[in-house]
């Protein structure tokens, strides 16, 4: 059975950090395509950063440099490092795994950035 099982979300203030953990099993982690999305009230879920198994990453423009995808094969674990936190980052964010034919993806951590 595959499960991706995120952690770290929260509430934080504008300015502030936060780091996502997921933690995948059931997958060969290691030649997966990993990443985050992320879904705001009344938008649509958009791509904030991916890992392809070679370690090469995109990011969603807008994030103008802050926010750091990496990945741990050795634990079977993505993470996303997120800094300078700002209101319009509120969102629930999801990770997900994606390789030929196959896709899985986690239940989602709010993260909410307000004073």
């Known amino acids: 059975q595959v499960q991706l099982v995120e952690s770290g979300g929260g509430l934080v203030q504008p300015g502030g950090s936060l780091r996502l953990s997921c933690a995948a099993s059931?997958?060969?982690?290691?030649?997966?395509?990993v990443g985050w999305y992320r879904q705001a009230p009344g938008k649509q879920r958009e791509l904030v950063a991916a890992i392809s198994s070679a370690g090469s990453t995109n990011y969603l423009d807008s994030l103008e440099g802050r926010f750091t995808i990496s990945r741990d094969n050795a634990k079977n674990t993505v993470y996303l490092q997120m800094n300078s936190l700002k209101p319009e980052d509120t969102a629930v964010y999801y990770c997900?795994?994606?390789?030929?034919?196959?896709?899985?993806w986690g239940q989602g951590t709010q993260v909410t950035v307000s004073s």
């Open positions: 059931g997958i060969v982690f290691r030649i997966y395509v």
């Open positions: 997900y795994a994606r390789h030929i034919g196959s896709e899985h």
